[in-house]
């Protein structure tokens, strides 16, 4: 991309608050908006080829929405956990392993999308965000949901496509969980802790494409009690 291309961008997103450059073969995060860190509000740079976010993201103090999906990131740095009114942060198709403790500290985050990465562990140190309502893992390489997810506020996690083979029984105790993704995974019937079905918020927990049939939950001691009236028909979409 050309200078003066870049340039219009840059006097548009002045006095928008918006700068969205996606597509465009990008392999550096655009240093020229250093000039913009206190009035952006949003910034998209999707389907670019960013290897790298530069320390200088901390800047952005005024952001609320980050995507940056499909690029080739392996890592964030520490300074995004500066972006404390940041509420929207979407991060799939990239290369990311981990997530920097710092994540945490982004108390005004409601949405994490992290679809389509090399996630082998689900991610710990999420319970301080407080206002998180949604959090995609879906499409990665996660064996096991940990206890910690007990302390996620989430009113959704999309676990969907994983290698998932073993739930812990505290995830019954996320306080706001409604609705649990764990399609296409390796979950035997076995795997699912009966307390989700019985003592847990979950009002729909979606299981298709495992190593058991659905309708065979209908076995589960408990099920005319708890599924049918707590989660309906809903176990089958």
Same mark, same amino acid.
């Given at each position: 991309?050309?200078?003066?291309?870049?340039? +219009?961008?840059?006097?548009?997103?002045?006095?928008?608050?918006?700068?969205?450059?996606?597509?465009?073969?990008?392999? %550096?995060?655009?240093?020229?908006?250093?000039?913009?860190?206190?009035?952006?509000?949003?910034?998209?740079?999707?389907?670019?080829?960013?290897?790298?976010?530069?320390?200088?993201?901390?800047?952005?103090?005024?952001?609320?929405?980050?995507?940056?999906?499909?690029?080739?990131?392996?890592?964030? @740095?520490?300074?995004?956990?500066?972006?404390?009114?940041?509420?929207?942060?979407?991060?799939?198709?990239?290369?990311?392993?981990?997530? @920097?403790?710092?994540?945490?500290?982004?108390?005004? &985050?409601?949405? &994490?999308?992290?679809?389509?990465?090399?996630?082998?562990?689900?991610?710990?140190?999420?319970?301080?965000?407080?206002?998180?309502?949604?959090?995609?893992?879906?499409?990665?390489?996660?064996?096991?949901?940990? +206890?910690?997810? +007990?302390?996620?506020? +989430?009113?959704?996690?999309n676990l969907n496509q994983n290698q998932i083979s073993t739930?812990? @029984?505290?995830?019954?105790?996320? @306080?706001?969980?409604?609705?649990?993704?764990?399609? %296409?995974?390796?979950?035997?019937?076995?795997?699912?802790?009966?307390?989700?079905?019985?003592?847990?918020?979950?009002?729909?927990?979606?299981?298709?494409?495992?190593?058991?049939?659905?309708?065979?939950?209908?076995?589960?001691?408990?099920?005319?009690?708890?599924?049918?009236?707590?989660?309906?028909?809903?176990?089958?979409?």
């Amino acid at each position: 991309m050309g200078n003066s291309a870049l340039k +219009a961008h840059l006097e548009t997103s002045q006095k928008t608050g918006v700068f969205q450059l996606t597509g465009k073969g990008l392999t %550096e995060f655009p240093e020229e908006l250093q000039k913009l860190t206190g009035n952006l509000r949003t910034v998209d740079l999707s389907n670019n080829k960013i290897e790298v976010l530069p320390a200088f993201i901390g800047g952005f103090q005024q952001i609320k929405s980050f995507t940056i999906s499909s690029n080739k990131l392996t890592s964030l @740095p520490n300074d995004i956990g500066k972006l404390k009114k940041l509420e929207t942060l979407i991060l799939n198709g990239n290369q990311l392993k981990q997530l @920097p403790s710092s994540v945490g500290q982004l108390k005004s &985050l409601r949405t &994490l999308t992290l679809s389509g990465n090399h996630f082998k562990e689900f991610p710990i140190g999420l319970g301080t965000l407080r206002q998180l309502d949604v959090l995609d893992l879906s499409k990665n390489k996660i064996q096991v949901v940990p +206890a910690e997810v +007990a302390e996620l506020q +989430a009113i959704e996690i999309n676990l969907n496509q994983n290698q998932i083979s073993t739930v812990s @029984p505290e995830v019954s105790r996320a @306080p706001r969980l409604k609705v649990l993704r764990l399609e %296409e995974n390796c979950l035997e019937l076995s795997s699912i802790p009966f307390s989700i079905l019985s003592d847990s918020q979950v009002s729909l927990l979606s299981v298709e494409g495992n190593l058991f049939e659905v309708k065979k939950m209908c076995d589960l001691e408990g099920y005319d009690k708890v599924i049918l009236c707590q989660f309906s028909l809903l176990l089958y979409l």
